[in-house]
């Protein structure tokens, strides 16, 4: 939806390995936002960015990293993921400030 | 900091009912303000949005919502609810600056009973 690609969709790893998210979207959007989904928690921003090279923390920041070289995509990275980061994560984007926000499908991740 | 609360994590209706899911917030300034749905395995649809202007917003799939700032309420509703509108709905609450920061409510969960 809204031209957004989330890669992997699904992972399973284990404890102690990096990976990385990939958030692809083809609307040439300059904002981008990583939120994770756990129940009983909602959705809770992790990291944004608002420009190329242009990012900054969220919520839940702690243990998550991201780069953004191109516009269109803003990869989040565990630097060593741990069961604690198991989650649905997701994606969105807009425009600008007065747009809401448009989510990719997800990505699922099982850390074990 | 802004907040959302959900009060009920779920709701039965028959089909042909109408609906009203709550959503109360707390925001220092005049807030923009959302819900979006989700179906099972499923991304987030946004349902509606308020950012000035008409406190009552109409949205897709024949939803409304009323912002009551006096009450910091923003209540989805929708006359007749089809066995298709089973999802979970939540309500959002956007913080501006360098960006526009969500803050979601912990989400509705709705059953249809056909």
């Known amino acids: 939806d809204a031209g957004i690609t989330q890669s992997p969709r699904h992972k399973v790893t284990e404890t102690g390995t990096p990976v990385t998210l990939r958030c692809h979207q083809t609307?040439?959007?300059?904002?981008m936002y990583w939120y994770r989904q756990d129940p009983g928690h909602g959705l809770r921003l992790i990291h944004y960015?608002?420009?190329?090279?242009?990012?900054d923390k969220g919520e839940v920041s702690d243990g998550y990293s991201v780069s953004r070289s191109k516009t269109e995509d803003f990869l989040l990275t565990l630097e060593s993921a741990t069961s604690s980061q198991t989650s649905v994560y997701f994606c969105?984007?807009?425009?600008?400030?007065?747009?809401?926000?448009?989510f990719g499908d997800g990505t699922r991740l099982s850390i074990l | 900091a802004q907040s959302v609360t959900q009060p009920d994590i779920h709701i039965t209706v028959s089909e042909g009912a109408s609906l009203e899911l709550r959503c109360n917030y707390s925001?220092?300034?005049?807030?923009?303000l959302f819900w979006y749905v989700q179906s099972p395995g499923q991304g987030l649809q946004l349902l509606l949005k308020?950012?000035?202007?008409?406190?009552l917003v109409q949205g897709i799939k024949g939803f409304e919502a009323e912002f009551k700032r006096s009450q910091s309420s923003f209540n989805l509703r929708k006359p007749s609810v089809h066995w298709s509108d089973a999802a979970e709905y939540f309500c959002?609450?956007?913080?501006?600056?360098?960006?526009?920061?969500?803050?979601f409510g912990t989400g509705t969960r709705l059953q249809v009973m056909l």
């Open positions: 969105a984007i807009h425009r600008d400030l007065n747009q809401p926000q448009h």
């Open positions: 609307e040439n959007h300059r904002y």
């Open positions: 960015s608002y420009g190329v090279k242009d990012t």
């Open positions: 925001y220092g300034a005049t807030p923009y």
């Open positions: 308020y950012f000035s202007g008409d406190t």
């Open positions: 959002a609450v956007g913080d501006t600056g360098t960006a526009s920061k969500l803050t």
